[in-house]
Every structure is written in structure tokens, then in C-alpha cells.
């Protein structure tokens, strides 16, 4: 009885979504705006150019979650940037550095995860020329369940302070 009564709303739920999806309405369909992720912000953000033309850049960002649950970055995505990766770092055991992407990245409850050099970063590839030292531009992250968050990152020159 009671799985008979859900498929029932669900029906009936279903076509008024439907309905009201119609091609002869005048009035546009508006967009919802991302609502951010409560709880997470982000510190000591920088995107840090390539000194060669053509070579990725990186960013660098302290991520403070302030929330009581913990959240999974699944991706970075910055403006200007024909790609992104989250990279880790480590040292192999003959003292050489390697890096390599990784997957999601867990900011614990009220901790902060830090994106730094020699250790989790994120790369950015085929940089936009609009992206000059002491502009800015606007990286998001993707938490798994698919909330996003926006934050402006500033933009610095290759020998600026990392």
C-alpha cells in the first residue's frame, strides 16, 4: 500500500514539473545560482604564473572548513585555465620529488587543509595571457554531492614569495 501511494506523488509530482517545463511559456526559466558550502573558505589564495610562457601554473590556498562535517574536494576549476589538476607531491626514496594528480581531498571537520608547495596544489594548464601578476581570477571547487564554491584567488608573477 504504502509503495502504491509513493508511486502515486511521485506521478503526479512528475507531471507538474513536467507541465510547467512546457515550450510556450514567454517568461524565461531562471537559473539557480550556486549556494556556496556552508562552512568552507579558503586563505592565503595565489596563483602562481609559469616563469616560461606555455608551462602550467599553480595555486596555492589554505582551505578552512569550519563546518561539523567533512567535505571532499573532487576538482578545482579556475577561471583563465584551459585545465586543472590537484596535484600531490612526494619525496621518493632516492631524495627526488615527484608529482602526480590526485583523487578527492578531504577537508576534516574545523580543520584546515592546506594546498602548499612540495605538498597538494593545484596545477593549471593552457593559461589564458589575460592572466596577469596583480590581477585576479575566480577558482572553484567542486565538493562531492556537487556543491560548489567560489573564492578570488590574486595572481602573482614566478618570483614572488610562494
Do not use: W
Request: aromatic letters at 6%.
Amino acid at each position: 500500500m504504502n509503495s502504491r501511494l509513493f508511486a502515486a506523488a511521485f506521478l503526479l509530482g512528475s507531471g507538474t514539473v513536467l507541465a510547467s517545463c512546457g515550450g510556450n511559456s514567454e517568461e524565461p526559466v531562471e537559473q539557480q545560482a550556486p549556494e556556496g558550502v556552508e562552512g568552507l573558505s579558503i586563505e592565503n589564495p595565489r596563483l602562481i604564473l609559469p616563469a616560461v610562457a606555455g608551462n602550467p601554473g599553480v595555486v596555492y590556498f589554505d582551505l578552512v572548513n569550519d563546518s561539523d562535517r567533512n567535505y571532499a574536494v573532487r576538482r578545482a576549476d579556475v577561471e583563465g585555465a584551459g585545465r586543472t589538476e590537484m596535484h600531490g607531491s612526494m619525496e621518493m626514496y632516492d631524495g627526488e620529488i615527484a608529482m602526480s594528480p590526485v583523487g578527492p581531498q578531504t577537508v576534516m571537520a574545523n580543520d584546515t587543509f592546506t594546498f602548499e608547495p612540495g605538498g597538494f596544489h593545484v596545477m593549471v594548464f593552457d593559461l589564458s595571457p589575460e592572466l596577469q601578476a596583480g590581477g585576479e581570477t575566480e577558482m572553484t571547487l567542486t565538493v562531492a554531492g556537487g556543491d560548489k564554491a567560489s573564492f578570488a584567488v590574486p595572481i602573482q608573477s614566478p618570483g614572488d614569495a610562494r
